[in-house]
């Protein structure tokens, strides 16, 4: 099984009066990793704490990060015959902001190299899957399952972009 270990200074700023405020860095390492079968649960219990539109499928390929404390990130691959399609990835609000999910494609990549991966991003994530490596593409470029799925997801309200990893 692959591996991957990040290193994190994760900021704690602590109120000491109403001027004064300091700040604490800790150290957090990271490992990355496809989920093990066994602990399948704890990722909805994730999804169900934080994100309750989110629910991990058995037969999907599951990536996260997770340090001493727990997991702390996760993202989910659905599987197609000659694509996967890139879903739920999940930072815990805590540790956002810190460029963990960053870390998470970046360990993704053997994941991403599998078969063609594509996401539907929402609209204010576009530039952070730029920076993992995913272009913005047109409707019409995605496998025809897609397109229909893209188009529902819209209908509903949702702001999504098509993307593909690029790399």
Same mark, same amino acid.
């Given at each position: 099984?692959?591996?991957?270990?990040?290193?994190?200074?994760?900021?704690?700023?602590?109120?000491?009066?109403?001027?004064?405020?300091?700040?604490?860095?800790?150290?957090?390492?990271?490992?990355?990793?496809?989920?093990?079968?066994?602990?399948?649960?704890?990722?909805?219990?994730?999804?169900?704490?934080?994100?309750?539109?989110?629910?991990?499928?058995?037969?999907?390929?599951?990536?996260?990060?997770?340090?001493?404390?727990?997991?702390?990130?996760?993202?989910? &691959?659905?599987?197609?015959?000659?694509?996967?399609?890139?879903?739920?990835?999940?930072?815990?609000?805590?540790?956002?902001?810190?460029?963990?999910?960053?870390?998470?494609?970046?360990?993704?990549?053997?994941?991403?190299?599998?078969?063609?991966?594509?996401?539907?991003?929402?609209?204010?994530?576009?530039? &952070? $899957?730029?920076?993992?490596?995913?272009?913005?593409?047109?409707?019409?470029?995605?496998?025809?399952?897609?397109?229909?799925?893209?188009?529902? $997801?819209?209908?509903?309200?949702?702001?999504?972009?098509?993307?593909?990893?690029?790399?």
């Amino acid at each position: 099984m692959l591996f991957m270990t990040y290193t994190f200074y994760t900021k704690h700023c602590i109120l000491t009066d109403s001027i004064t405020r300091r700040s604490v860095f800790t150290m957090t390492n990271i490992r990355f990793h496809p989920l093990e079968p066994l602990r399948f649960p704890l990722i909805n219990r994730l999804y169900k704490a934080h994100y309750p539109a989110g629910k991990a499928k058995k037969d999907e390929v599951i990536w996260i990060g997770e340090n001493n404390t727990g997991i702390q990130c996760c993202v989910r &691959f659905k599987q197609f015959d000659s694509y996967q399609l890139l879903t739920g990835m999940f930072v815990l609000p805590t540790m956002r902001g810190q460029g963990l999910g960053l870390a998470l494609a970046d360990a993704c990549v053997p994941q991403f190299k599998t078969k063609t991966c594509f996401c539907f991003a929402f609209s204010h994530l576009e530039n &952070f $899957y730029h920076q993992a490596h995913f272009k913005t593409i047109e409707d019409n470029e995605l496998p025809e399952p897609l397109q229909s799925r893209i188009k529902r $997801y819209r209908q509903s309200g949702k702001n999504l972009i098509a993307m593909q990893y690029a790399h």
